[in-house]
Protein backbone atom coordinates (compact mmCIF):
# COMPACT_ATOMS: atom_id res chain seq x y z
CA UNK A 1 0.00 0.00 0.00
CA UNK A 2 1.51 3.46 -1.05
CA UNK A 3 1.03 5.96 1.98
CA UNK A 4 1.25 8.96 -0.62
CA UNK A 5 -1.23 7.38 -3.08
CA UNK A 6 -3.99 9.39 -2.01
CA UNK A 7 -1.94 13.17 -2.80
CA UNK A 8 -1.11 11.75 -6.49
CA UNK A 9 -4.73 12.41 -7.54
CA UNK A 10 -6.37 16.55 -8.16
CA UNK A 11 -9.86 14.91 -6.55
CA UNK A 12 -8.41 14.06 -3.43
CA UNK A 13 -6.24 17.53 -2.86
CA UNK A 14 -10.02 18.82 -3.22
CA UNK A 15 -11.66 16.70 -1.25
CA UNK A 16 -8.69 17.19 1.62
CA UNK A 17 -9.12 21.01 1.56
CA UNK A 18 -12.85 21.44 0.93
CA UNK A 19 -13.08 19.05 4.21
CA UNK A 20 -10.86 21.29 5.85
CA UNK A 21 -12.56 24.32 5.21
CA UNK A 22 -15.94 22.88 6.41
CA UNK A 23 -14.74 21.37 9.20
CA UNK A 24 -13.12 24.79 10.03
CA UNK A 25 -16.71 26.61 9.69
CA UNK A 26 -17.98 23.80 11.95
CA UNK A 27 -15.79 24.16 14.38
CA UNK A 28 -16.28 27.72 15.38
CA UNK A 29 -19.83 27.14 15.14
CA UNK A 30 -19.80 24.27 17.15
CA UNK A 31 -18.53 26.37 20.13
CA UNK A 32 -21.22 28.69 20.12
CA UNK A 33 -23.52 25.34 20.01
CA UNK A 34 -22.74 23.96 22.94
CA UNK A 35 -22.55 27.37 25.14
CA UNK A 36 -25.73 28.14 24.14
CA UNK A 37 -27.19 24.86 24.58
CA UNK A 38 -28.22 24.35 20.82
CA UNK A 39 -27.35 20.78 20.26
CA UNK A 40 -30.02 19.39 19.81
CA UNK A 41 -31.13 22.39 17.32
CA UNK A 42 -28.52 21.33 14.92
CA UNK A 43 -29.72 18.07 15.15
CA UNK A 44 -33.21 19.56 14.25
CA UNK A 45 -32.18 21.62 11.25
CA UNK A 46 -30.05 19.53 10.01
CA UNK A 47 -32.92 16.90 9.67
CA UNK A 48 -35.27 19.35 8.40
CA UNK A 49 -33.16 20.41 5.15
CA UNK A 50 -34.45 17.29 3.40
CA UNK A 51 -37.47 18.50 1.99
CA UNK A 52 -35.80 22.02 0.59
CA UNK A 53 -32.85 19.68 -0.79
CA UNK A 54 -35.90 17.33 -2.66
CA UNK A 55 -37.79 19.99 -3.70
CA UNK A 56 -34.99 22.60 -4.71
CA UNK A 57 -33.86 19.14 -7.03
CA UNK A 58 -37.73 18.59 -8.36
CA UNK A 59 -37.84 22.58 -9.06
CA UNK A 60 -34.34 22.97 -10.63
CA UNK A 61 -33.05 25.44 -8.69
CA UNK A 62 -29.19 25.07 -6.36
CA UNK A 63 -29.96 22.54 -3.73
CA UNK A 64 -28.35 24.81 -0.99
CA UNK A 65 -31.18 27.48 -1.51
CA UNK A 66 -33.70 25.36 -1.04
CA UNK A 67 -31.69 23.17 2.13
CA UNK A 68 -31.02 27.04 3.70
CA UNK A 69 -34.86 27.80 3.71
CA UNK A 70 -36.12 24.56 4.75
CA UNK A 71 -33.41 25.06 7.68
CA UNK A 72 -34.53 28.28 8.52
CA UNK A 73 -38.15 27.54 8.70
CA UNK A 74 -37.67 24.53 11.03
CA UNK A 75 -35.65 27.13 13.21
CA UNK A 76 -37.97 29.94 13.09
CA UNK A 77 -41.53 28.18 13.14
CA UNK A 78 -39.79 26.20 16.57
CA UNK A 79 -39.22 29.42 18.27
CA UNK A 80 -43.03 31.01 17.10
CA UNK A 81 -44.66 27.65 17.98
CA UNK A 82 -42.95 27.68 21.24
CA UNK A 83 -43.48 31.51 22.29
CA UNK A 84 -47.32 30.96 21.00
CA UNK A 85 -48.28 27.78 23.10
CA UNK A 86 -46.95 26.32 26.45
CA UNK A 87 -45.19 23.81 24.73
CA UNK A 88 -41.37 23.80 25.68
CA UNK A 89 -38.91 23.96 23.11
CA UNK A 90 -36.94 21.10 22.90
CA UNK A 91 -40.23 19.32 22.60
CA UNK A 92 -41.71 21.71 20.01
CA UNK A 93 -38.25 20.72 18.09
CA UNK A 94 -38.65 17.69 18.03
CA UNK A 95 -42.29 17.37 16.48
CA UNK A 96 -41.23 20.05 13.84
CA UNK A 97 -38.08 18.08 12.65
CA UNK A 98 -39.39 15.43 12.47
CA UNK A 99 -42.10 16.37 10.67
CA UNK A 100 -40.05 18.13 8.07
CA UNK A 101 -38.09 14.86 7.75
CA UNK A 102 -40.79 12.55 7.38
CA UNK A 103 -41.84 14.95 4.65
CA UNK A 104 -38.77 15.23 2.83
CA UNK A 105 -38.21 11.59 2.63
CA UNK A 106 -41.79 10.82 1.45
CA UNK A 107 -40.85 13.38 -1.31
CA UNK A 108 -37.65 11.41 -2.09
CA UNK A 109 -38.70 8.20 -2.39
CA UNK A 110 -41.87 9.82 -4.75
CA UNK A 111 -39.38 11.35 -7.20
CA UNK A 112 -37.13 9.49 -9.84
CA UNK A 113 -33.57 10.06 -8.30
CA UNK A 114 -30.18 9.61 -9.01
CA UNK A 115 -27.17 8.99 -6.71
CA UNK A 116 -26.79 13.01 -6.46
CA UNK A 117 -29.80 12.65 -3.68
CA UNK A 118 -27.79 10.07 -2.13
CA UNK A 119 -25.17 12.06 -1.24
CA UNK A 120 -27.23 14.62 0.63
CA UNK A 121 -27.97 11.87 2.95
CA UNK A 122 -24.46 10.36 3.39
CA UNK A 123 -22.17 12.88 2.28
CA UNK A 124 -19.91 12.06 -0.69
CA UNK A 125 -16.84 14.52 -0.87
CA UNK A 126 -14.86 11.93 -2.98
CA UNK A 127 -17.22 12.31 -6.00
CA UNK A 128 -18.38 15.66 -5.56
CA UNK A 129 -19.52 17.48 -8.58
CA UNK A 130 -18.04 20.97 -9.51
CA UNK A 131 -21.43 23.12 -8.80
CA UNK A 132 -21.83 21.68 -5.31
CA UNK A 133 -17.82 21.88 -4.51
CA UNK A 134 -18.47 25.75 -5.49
CA UNK A 135 -21.67 26.31 -3.53
CA UNK A 136 -19.79 24.43 -0.58
CA UNK A 137 -16.73 26.71 -0.80
CA UNK A 138 -18.66 29.72 -0.99
CA UNK A 139 -21.23 29.28 1.84
CA UNK A 140 -18.21 28.15 4.02
CA UNK A 141 -16.67 31.44 3.00
CA UNK A 142 -19.49 33.63 3.71
CA UNK A 143 -19.90 32.00 7.45
CA UNK A 144 -16.88 32.49 8.15
CA UNK A 145 -16.62 36.24 6.82
CA UNK A 146 -20.04 36.51 9.33
CA UNK A 147 -18.62 34.47 12.21
CA UNK A 148 -15.09 35.64 12.85
CA UNK A 149 -15.82 39.23 12.94
CA UNK A 150 -19.15 39.12 15.20
CA UNK A 151 -17.74 36.38 17.03
CA UNK A 152 -17.27 38.75 20.55
CA UNK A 153 -20.95 39.84 20.25
CA UNK A 154 -21.87 36.17 19.92
CA UNK A 155 -19.97 35.30 23.11
CA UNK A 156 -21.54 37.98 25.04
CA UNK A 157 -24.65 37.12 23.90
CA UNK A 158 -24.76 33.24 24.40
CA UNK A 159 -22.83 33.97 27.59
CA UNK A 160 -25.54 37.00 28.83
CA UNK A 161 -28.05 38.24 26.72
CA UNK A 162 -29.92 40.48 29.63
CA UNK A 163 -26.45 42.10 29.34
CA UNK A 164 -26.10 42.60 25.93
CA UNK A 165 -29.07 43.97 25.37
CA UNK A 166 -28.16 46.18 28.05
CA UNK A 167 -25.43 47.27 26.38
CA UNK A 168 -27.18 48.52 23.48
CA UNK A 169 -26.65 45.17 21.35
CA UNK A 170 -29.54 44.12 19.44
CA UNK A 171 -29.86 40.79 20.00
CA UNK A 172 -32.82 39.73 18.49
CA UNK A 173 -30.95 40.09 15.01
CA UNK A 174 -27.69 38.02 16.76
CA UNK A 175 -30.83 35.37 17.73
CA UNK A 176 -31.49 35.50 14.04
CA UNK A 177 -28.15 35.65 12.15
CA UNK A 178 -27.06 32.54 15.23
CA UNK A 179 -29.85 30.71 13.41
CA UNK A 180 -28.88 31.82 10.07
CA UNK A 181 -25.22 31.05 10.36
CA UNK A 182 -26.01 27.31 11.60
CA UNK A 183 -28.51 26.74 8.64
CA UNK A 184 -25.59 27.51 6.02
CA UNK A 185 -23.34 25.66 7.90
CA UNK A 186 -25.56 22.60 7.90
CA UNK A 187 -25.63 23.31 3.98
CA UNK A 188 -21.89 23.45 3.44
CA UNK A 189 -21.71 20.51 5.36
CA UNK A 190 -24.11 18.44 3.74
CA UNK A 191 -21.06 16.88 1.09
CA UNK A 192 -19.09 16.51 3.47
CA UNK A 193 -20.70 14.19 5.80
CA UNK A 194 -24.19 13.86 4.53
CA UNK A 195 -27.74 15.36 6.72
CA UNK A 196 -27.43 12.54 9.03
CA UNK A 197 -24.24 12.97 10.60
CA UNK A 198 -24.12 16.24 10.25
CA UNK A 199 -24.79 16.51 13.72
CA UNK A 200 -21.63 15.25 14.69
CA UNK A 201 -19.80 18.05 12.80
CA UNK A 202 -21.87 20.64 14.81
CA UNK A 203 -21.35 18.81 18.48
CA UNK A 204 -17.99 16.95 19.02
CA UNK A 205 -15.63 19.67 17.92
CA UNK A 206 -16.77 22.25 20.55
CA UNK A 207 -16.85 19.44 23.48
CA UNK A 208 -13.48 18.28 23.05
CA UNK A 209 -12.12 21.70 22.98
CA UNK A 210 -14.21 21.95 26.22
CA UNK A 211 -12.85 19.51 27.69
CA UNK A 212 -9.32 20.99 26.50
CA UNK A 213 -9.16 24.43 28.00
CA UNK A 214 -11.56 27.23 30.05
CA UNK A 215 -10.76 29.99 27.52
CA UNK A 216 -12.94 30.73 24.83
CA UNK A 217 -10.29 32.08 22.35
CA UNK A 218 -8.23 28.85 22.77
CA UNK A 219 -11.48 27.31 22.69
CA UNK A 220 -11.83 28.27 18.78
CA UNK A 221 -8.71 27.40 18.16
CA UNK A 222 -8.46 24.17 19.46
CA UNK A 223 -11.82 23.19 18.11
CA UNK A 224 -10.71 24.34 14.69
CA UNK A 225 -7.39 22.16 14.78
CA UNK A 226 -9.25 19.37 15.88
CA UNK A 227 -11.24 19.34 13.40
CA UNK A 228 -9.00 20.00 10.31
CA UNK A 229 -7.06 17.28 12.01
CA UNK A 230 -10.10 14.85 11.96
CA UNK A 231 -11.59 16.03 8.72
CA UNK A 232 -8.66 15.14 6.45
CA UNK A 233 -7.68 11.94 8.64
CA UNK A 234 -11.21 11.08 7.36
CA UNK A 235 -10.91 11.82 3.71
CA UNK A 236 -8.01 9.70 3.53
CA UNK A 237 -8.93 6.63 5.52
CA UNK A 238 -11.61 6.33 2.69
CA UNK A 239 -9.59 6.32 0.32
CA UNK A 240 -7.83 3.29 1.32
CA UNK A 241 -11.74 1.26 2.48
CA UNK A 242 -12.90 3.22 -0.73
CA UNK A 243 -15.95 5.48 0.54
CA UNK A 244 -18.06 6.01 3.40
CA UNK A 245 -16.11 9.36 3.53
CA UNK A 246 -18.49 11.25 6.29
CA UNK A 247 -18.60 8.37 8.37
CA UNK A 248 -14.50 8.09 8.20
CA UNK A 249 -14.86 12.22 9.48
CA UNK A 250 -17.09 11.88 12.36
CA UNK A 251 -15.36 8.63 13.42
CA UNK A 252 -12.49 10.44 13.70
CA UNK A 253 -14.08 13.10 15.17
CA UNK A 254 -15.12 10.82 18.22
CA UNK A 255 -11.77 9.07 18.58
CA UNK A 256 -10.56 12.57 19.34
CA UNK A 257 -13.57 13.31 21.48
CA UNK A 258 -12.58 9.91 24.05
CA UNK A 259 -8.83 11.00 23.72
CA UNK A 260 -10.00 13.95 25.54
CA UNK A 261 -12.46 13.12 27.53
CA UNK A 262 -9.67 10.60 29.15
CA UNK A 263 -6.47 12.53 29.04
CA UNK A 264 -7.30 16.42 28.81
CA UNK A 265 -5.49 17.93 31.78
CA UNK A 266 -7.94 19.43 33.53
CA UNK A 267 -10.90 18.42 32.93
CA UNK A 268 -10.19 14.92 31.91
CA UNK A 269 -11.14 11.21 33.73
CA UNK A 270 -7.94 11.04 34.72
CA UNK A 271 -6.83 14.26 35.51
CA UNK A 272 -10.78 14.08 37.68
CA UNK A 273 -9.79 10.74 39.69
CA UNK A 274 -6.46 12.47 40.39
CA UNK A 275 -7.75 15.05 42.10
CA UNK A 276 -10.44 13.35 44.16
CA UNK A 277 -7.72 11.31 45.77
CA UNK B 1 -21.57 63.73 29.88
CA UNK B 2 -25.57 64.32 29.72
CA UNK B 3 -26.23 68.19 30.46
CA UNK B 4 -28.36 67.14 33.65
CA UNK B 5 -27.97 63.76 34.94
CA UNK B 6 -31.17 62.21 36.14
CA UNK B 7 -34.16 59.64 36.57
CA UNK B 8 -37.48 60.70 36.08
CA UNK B 9 -40.38 57.95 37.22
CA UNK B 10 -43.72 59.54 36.22
CA UNK B 11 -47.00 57.67 36.98
CA UNK B 12 -45.38 54.30 35.44
CA UNK B 13 -47.53 51.18 35.95
CA UNK B 14 -45.71 47.78 34.98
CA UNK B 15 -47.66 44.94 34.09
CA UNK B 16 -46.06 41.50 33.50
CA UNK B 17 -47.16 38.96 30.57
CA UNK B 18 -49.08 36.97 32.86
CA UNK B 19 -51.02 39.87 33.61
CA UNK B 20 -49.75 40.66 37.08
CA UNK B 21 -49.72 44.15 37.71
CA UNK B 22 -46.65 44.41 40.16
CA UNK B 23 -45.99 48.30 40.16
CA UNK B 24 -49.03 51.29 40.16
CA UNK B 25 -48.42 54.51 39.68
CA UNK B 26 -45.42 54.91 40.44
CA UNK B 27 -43.47 58.35 40.53
CA UNK B 28 -39.93 59.68 41.98
CA UNK B 29 -37.24 61.22 40.59
CA UNK B 30 -33.41 61.74 41.22
CA UNK B 31 -30.50 64.11 40.92
CA UNK B 32 -26.87 64.22 40.49
CA UNK B 33 -24.57 63.12 42.99
CA UNK B 34 -27.20 60.43 44.65
CA UNK B 35 -27.35 57.02 46.14
CA UNK B 36 -30.73 56.19 46.49
CA UNK B 37 -32.28 53.52 48.42
CA UNK B 38 -34.71 51.64 47.57
CA UNK B 39 -36.82 49.21 49.62
CA UNK B 40 -39.79 47.19 50.76
CA UNK B 41 -40.80 43.89 51.03
CA UNK B 42 -40.14 40.77 49.08
CA UNK B 43 -42.49 40.96 45.55
CA UNK B 44 -43.06 44.99 46.17
CA UNK B 45 -41.68 45.51 42.81
CA UNK B 46 -38.40 46.52 43.18
CA UNK B 47 -36.74 44.74 40.53
CA UNK B 48 -39.79 45.04 38.52
CA UNK B 49 -38.62 48.94 38.59
CA UNK B 50 -35.08 48.54 37.75
CA UNK B 51 -36.17 46.44 35.01
CA UNK B 52 -38.53 49.34 33.86
CA UNK B 53 -35.54 52.00 33.86
CA UNK B 54 -33.62 49.25 31.76
CA UNK B 55 -36.44 48.92 29.57
CA UNK B 56 -37.01 44.90 29.94
CA UNK B 57 -40.33 46.07 31.19
CA UNK B 58 -42.47 48.28 29.13
CA UNK B 59 -44.82 50.80 31.39
CA UNK B 60 -48.24 49.93 30.13
CA UNK B 61 -48.80 53.64 31.35
CA UNK B 62 -45.77 56.32 32.47
CA UNK B 63 -42.48 57.10 31.77
CA UNK B 64 -39.31 56.35 32.48
CA UNK B 65 -37.15 60.07 31.25
CA UNK B 66 -33.12 59.35 32.04
CA UNK B 67 -30.70 62.36 31.44
CA UNK B 68 -34.19 64.35 30.03
CA UNK B 69 -34.29 61.14 27.10
CA UNK B 70 -36.00 58.01 26.75
CA UNK B 71 -34.55 54.89 27.71
CA UNK B 72 -33.72 53.61 24.65
CA UNK B 73 -31.52 57.14 24.25
CA UNK B 74 -29.95 56.50 27.56
CA UNK B 75 -29.19 52.99 25.95
CA UNK B 76 -27.55 54.30 22.76
CA UNK B 77 -25.67 56.94 25.13
CA UNK B 78 -24.35 54.21 27.84
CA UNK B 79 -25.66 56.32 30.59
CA UNK B 80 -27.08 53.22 32.53
CA UNK B 81 -25.32 50.12 33.95
CA UNK B 82 -27.41 47.42 36.22
CA UNK B 83 -26.33 44.57 38.46
CA UNK B 84 -29.34 42.31 38.38
CA UNK B 85 -30.64 40.63 41.60
CA UNK B 86 -29.15 37.67 40.05
CA UNK B 87 -26.84 36.72 37.01
CA UNK B 88 -28.88 34.01 34.91
CA UNK B 89 -25.34 32.97 33.02
CA UNK B 90 -24.37 29.54 32.42
CA UNK B 91 -21.49 29.61 35.10
CA UNK B 92 -19.28 26.95 33.76
CA UNK B 93 -19.23 28.84 30.65
CA UNK B 94 -15.46 29.39 29.25
CA UNK B 95 -14.46 32.79 29.77
CA UNK B 96 -12.40 34.07 33.06
CA UNK B 97 -12.99 36.95 35.40
CA UNK B 98 -11.10 39.76 33.21
CA UNK B 99 -13.26 38.38 29.87
CA UNK B 100 -16.47 39.14 32.18
CA UNK B 101 -15.60 42.86 32.88
CA UNK B 102 -14.01 43.35 29.86
CA UNK B 103 -17.62 42.77 28.11
CA UNK B 104 -18.34 45.73 30.34
CA UNK B 105 -16.63 47.73 27.60
CA UNK B 106 -18.25 46.60 24.44
CA UNK B 107 -20.32 49.29 24.10
CA UNK B 108 -17.33 51.72 24.36
CA UNK B 109 -15.51 49.79 21.65
CA UNK B 110 -15.51 49.41 17.70
CA UNK B 111 -17.70 46.89 16.03
CA UNK B 112 -14.58 44.30 16.62
CA UNK B 113 -14.51 44.78 19.97
CA UNK B 114 -10.72 44.88 20.33
CA UNK B 115 -9.98 46.06 23.44
CA UNK B 116 -7.56 49.19 23.59
CA UNK B 117 -5.08 50.35 26.37
CA UNK B 118 -7.79 52.48 28.17
CA UNK B 119 -10.32 49.61 27.72
CA UNK B 120 -7.84 47.35 29.78
CA UNK B 121 -7.03 49.83 32.18
CA UNK B 122 -10.00 50.45 32.72
CA UNK B 123 -11.30 47.16 33.80
CA UNK B 124 -8.10 46.27 35.74
CA UNK B 125 -8.87 49.32 37.71
CA UNK B 126 -12.66 48.08 37.99
CA UNK B 127 -11.45 44.75 39.40
CA UNK B 128 -9.11 46.84 42.07
CA UNK B 129 -12.15 48.91 43.06
CA UNK B 130 -14.00 45.79 44.20
CA UNK B 131 -11.02 44.05 45.06
CA UNK B 132 -10.87 40.96 42.56
CA UNK B 133 -7.37 41.90 41.09
CA UNK B 134 -5.81 38.41 41.99
CA UNK B 135 -8.95 36.46 40.81
CA UNK B 136 -9.20 37.82 37.31
CA UNK B 137 -7.55 35.04 35.56
CA UNK B 138 -9.97 32.58 37.25
CA UNK B 139 -12.32 30.80 35.24
CA UNK B 140 -15.71 32.44 36.05
CA UNK B 141 -17.23 29.31 37.69
CA UNK B 142 -14.65 28.81 40.06
CA UNK B 143 -15.70 31.90 42.41
CA UNK B 144 -17.73 31.58 45.40
CA UNK B 145 -21.01 33.40 45.70
CA UNK B 146 -19.90 36.94 46.58
CA UNK B 147 -16.77 37.14 44.55
CA UNK B 148 -19.49 36.14 41.66
CA UNK B 149 -21.34 39.18 42.69
CA UNK B 150 -18.39 41.51 43.18
CA UNK B 151 -16.92 40.76 39.61
CA UNK B 152 -20.64 41.86 37.91
CA UNK B 153 -20.32 44.90 40.09
CA UNK B 154 -16.90 45.38 38.49
CA UNK B 155 -18.42 44.82 35.42
CA UNK B 156 -20.97 47.46 36.07
CA UNK B 157 -17.99 49.73 36.87
CA UNK B 158 -16.15 49.24 33.59
CA UNK B 159 -18.89 49.94 31.85
CA UNK B 160 -18.52 53.86 33.12
CA UNK B 161 -22.37 54.82 33.45
CA UNK B 162 -23.18 57.61 35.14
CA UNK B 163 -26.28 56.01 36.24
CA UNK B 164 -25.49 53.09 38.57
CA UNK B 165 -28.81 50.33 39.21
CA UNK B 166 -27.51 47.76 41.93
CA UNK B 167 -30.41 44.93 42.60
CA UNK B 168 -29.13 43.76 45.96
CA UNK B 169 -25.92 44.01 45.87
CA UNK B 170 -25.38 43.21 49.53
CA UNK B 171 -27.51 39.86 49.72
CA UNK B 172 -24.68 37.33 50.49
CA UNK B 173 -21.43 39.83 51.02
CA UNK B 174 -19.53 39.61 53.81
CA UNK B 175 -18.99 42.74 56.07
CA UNK B 176 -15.80 43.89 54.72
CA UNK B 177 -17.20 43.78 51.17
CA UNK B 178 -19.95 45.30 51.56
CA UNK B 179 -18.14 48.58 53.70
CA UNK B 180 -15.87 48.49 50.41
CA UNK B 181 -18.89 48.64 48.41
CA UNK B 182 -20.09 51.41 50.27
CA UNK B 183 -16.98 53.00 49.90
CA UNK B 184 -16.79 52.83 46.45
CA UNK B 185 -20.17 53.89 46.04
CA UNK B 186 -19.70 57.21 48.14
CA UNK B 187 -16.86 58.34 46.03
CA UNK B 188 -18.51 57.55 42.77
CA UNK B 189 -21.89 59.32 44.25
CA UNK B 190 -19.13 62.52 45.20
CA UNK B 191 -18.03 62.18 41.60
CA UNK B 192 -21.88 62.82 40.56
CA UNK B 193 -23.34 59.75 39.49
CA UNK B 194 -26.58 58.67 40.25
CA UNK B 195 -27.17 54.98 42.60
CA UNK B 196 -30.04 53.07 42.75
CA UNK B 197 -29.61 50.40 45.17
CA UNK B 198 -32.65 47.94 46.65
CA UNK B 199 -31.80 46.10 49.66
CA UNK B 200 -33.11 44.28 52.50
CA UNK B 201 -30.25 46.05 55.07
CA UNK B 202 -32.41 48.69 57.03
CA UNK B 203 -29.77 49.72 59.25
CA UNK B 204 -27.23 50.38 56.42
CA UNK B 205 -29.71 52.57 54.69
CA UNK B 206 -29.10 55.74 57.00
CA UNK B 207 -24.95 54.94 56.78
CA UNK B 208 -25.29 55.64 53.23
CA UNK B 209 -27.96 56.58 51.42
CA UNK B 210 -29.11 60.27 50.58
CA UNK B 211 -32.66 59.08 49.40
CA UNK B 212 -35.01 56.50 50.39
CA UNK B 213 -38.20 55.18 47.90
CA UNK B 214 -40.16 52.72 49.64
CA UNK B 215 -42.31 50.55 47.70
CA UNK B 216 -44.94 48.29 48.20
CA UNK B 217 -46.61 47.78 44.73
CA UNK B 218 -46.35 50.95 44.46
CA UNK B 219 -44.17 54.14 45.82
CA UNK B 220 -45.42 54.89 49.00
CA UNK B 221 -42.96 57.37 50.09
CA UNK B 222 -39.51 59.14 48.10
CA UNK B 223 -36.88 61.73 49.62
CA UNK B 224 -34.46 62.37 51.30
CA UNK B 225 -33.47 59.74 54.08
CA UNK B 226 -34.00 62.30 57.19
CA UNK B 227 -37.92 62.60 56.26
CA UNK B 228 -39.08 59.36 54.28
CA UNK B 229 -37.06 57.06 56.47
CA UNK B 230 -39.59 56.97 59.48
CA UNK B 231 -40.32 54.85 61.66
CA UNK B 232 -44.13 55.26 60.20
CA UNK B 233 -43.48 54.75 56.38
CA UNK B 234 -41.07 51.51 57.25
CA UNK B 235 -44.25 50.11 58.96
CA UNK B 236 -47.07 51.51 56.08
CA UNK B 237 -43.98 49.68 53.84
CA UNK B 238 -43.27 46.46 56.08
CA UNK B 239 -46.96 46.29 57.65
CA UNK B 240 -45.05 45.34 61.29
CA UNK B 241 -42.92 42.52 59.58
CA UNK B 242 -40.33 43.75 60.88
CA UNK B 243 -38.47 42.23 63.94
CA UNK B 244 -38.51 44.58 67.36
CA UNK B 245 -36.46 45.07 70.05
CA UNK B 246 -38.13 47.64 72.55
CA UNK B 247 -35.59 48.89 75.43
CA UNK B 248 -37.94 49.83 77.37
CA UNK B 249 -39.71 46.22 77.51
CA UNK B 250 -36.75 44.18 77.73
CA UNK B 251 -34.45 43.57 80.78
CA UNK B 252 -32.27 46.41 80.15
CA UNK B 253 -32.48 49.04 83.51
CA UNK B 254 -32.26 52.49 83.60
CA UNK B 255 -28.36 52.03 84.91
CA UNK B 256 -27.45 50.46 81.63
CA UNK B 257 -27.72 53.95 80.44
CA UNK B 258 -26.15 54.40 77.01
CA UNK B 259 -24.00 51.90 77.26
CA UNK B 260 -25.86 49.02 75.48
CA UNK B 261 -24.15 47.23 73.11
CA UNK B 262 -25.94 46.19 69.90
CA UNK B 263 -24.54 42.80 67.74
CA UNK B 264 -25.99 41.35 64.51
CA UNK B 265 -24.79 38.89 62.58
CA UNK B 266 -25.13 40.34 58.97
CA UNK B 267 -27.68 43.15 59.29
CA UNK B 268 -26.69 46.95 60.95
CA UNK B 269 -29.33 47.36 63.10
CA UNK B 270 -31.66 49.88 62.39
CA UNK B 271 -32.59 52.45 65.55
CA UNK B 272 -34.99 54.55 66.17
CA UNK B 273 -34.15 57.26 69.21
CA UNK B 274 -37.47 57.99 71.64
CA UNK B 275 -39.31 60.59 69.01
CA UNK B 276 -38.98 57.87 66.41
CA UNK B 277 -35.97 59.93 65.54
CA UNK B 278 -32.98 58.19 63.04
CA UNK B 279 -29.99 57.34 65.34
CA UNK B 280 -26.52 56.76 63.10
CA UNK B 281 -23.74 54.62 64.16
CA UNK B 282 -21.40 57.57 64.37
CA UNK B 283 -21.46 60.85 65.71
CA UNK B 284 -18.40 61.92 63.79
CA UNK B 285 -19.79 64.19 61.20
CA UNK B 286 -23.16 64.45 62.92
CA UNK B 287 -22.16 66.72 65.34
CA UNK B 288 -25.65 69.05 64.53
CA UNK B 289 -27.94 65.99 65.23
CA UNK B 290 -26.18 65.34 68.63
CA UNK B 291 -26.53 69.10 69.71
CA UNK B 292 -30.31 69.06 68.40
CA UNK B 293 -30.82 66.04 70.21
CA UNK B 294 -29.09 67.94 73.12
CA UNK B 295 -31.49 70.34 72.85
CA UNK B 296 -34.62 68.26 72.79
CA UNK B 297 -33.38 66.93 76.15
CA UNK B 298 -33.15 69.80 77.26
CA UNK B 299 -36.73 71.32 76.96
N1 LIG C 1 -41.39 37.57 35.00
C1 LIG C 1 -42.47 37.76 35.78
N2 LIG C 1 -43.69 37.42 35.34
C2 LIG C 1 -44.79 37.62 36.12
N3 LIG C 1 -44.77 38.14 37.35
C3 LIG C 1 -43.57 38.50 37.85
C4 LIG C 1 -42.37 38.32 37.10
N4 LIG C 1 -41.33 38.76 37.84
C5 LIG C 1 -41.88 39.18 39.00
N5 LIG C 1 -43.22 39.03 39.02
C6 LIG C 1 -44.13 39.40 40.10
O1 LIG C 1 -44.09 40.81 40.27
C7 LIG C 1 -44.05 41.16 41.63
C8 LIG C 1 -42.85 42.04 41.92
O2 LIG C 1 -41.70 41.27 41.73
P1 LIG C 1 -40.23 41.86 41.93
O3 LIG C 1 -39.27 40.87 41.41
O4 LIG C 1 -40.17 43.23 41.35
O5 LIG C 1 -40.14 41.94 43.53
P2 LIG C 1 -38.95 42.46 44.42
O6 LIG C 1 -39.43 43.66 45.15
O7 LIG C 1 -37.71 42.62 43.63
O8 LIG C 1 -38.81 41.27 45.47
P3 LIG C 1 -37.49 40.64 46.16
O9 LIG C 1 -37.24 41.42 47.39
O10 LIG C 1 -37.92 39.24 46.49
O11 LIG C 1 -36.37 40.68 45.18
C9 LIG C 1 -44.06 39.85 42.42
O12 LIG C 1 -45.37 39.66 42.91
C10 LIG C 1 -43.70 38.80 41.42
O13 LIG C 1 -44.39 37.61 41.69
MG1 LIG D 1 -35.93 41.70 43.56
Known sequence: ?277 | MPERLSIEVTDVTAVYANGHIALRNASFKLGPGTICALVGVNGSGKSTLFKTIMGFVRPAKGTVRIAGGTVEEARRQKIVAYVPQTEEVDWSFPVSVWDVVMMGRYGHMNFLRIPRAEDRRIVSESLDRVGMTEFKERQIGELSGGQKKRVFLARALAQRGQIILLDEPFTGVDVQTESAIIDLLRELRDEGHIMLVSTHNLGSVPEFCDQVVLVNRTILAAGPTETVFTEENLSLAFGGVLRQFHFDESTIQDHDGRTVKLLTDDERPLVFGKDGHLEYKDRLGREHLVKEREKEGRD
Not at chain 1, 27 to 35: D, G, R
Not at chain 1, 45 to 65: K, M, R, T
Not at chain 1, 209 to 220: C, Y
Not at chain 1, 254 to 271: C, M, R, T
Request: aromatic share 8%.
Open chain 1, 1 to 277: MNLAAPFQYSFMIEALLVSALVGTVCAILSCYLILKGWALMGDAVSHAVLPGVVGAYVLGIPLAVGAFIAGLTCAISTGWIKANSRIKEDTVMGIVFTGMFALGLVMFTQIKTDAHLNHILFGNILGIERDDLWATVIVSIATLLILLPLRKDLLLYCFDPAHARSLGLNTNRLHYLLLSVLAATIVASLQAVGILLVVAMLVTPGCTARLLTDRFDHMLIVAVVVTVLASCTGVYISFFINGATGACIVIAQALLFSLALVFAPKHGLIANKRSLR
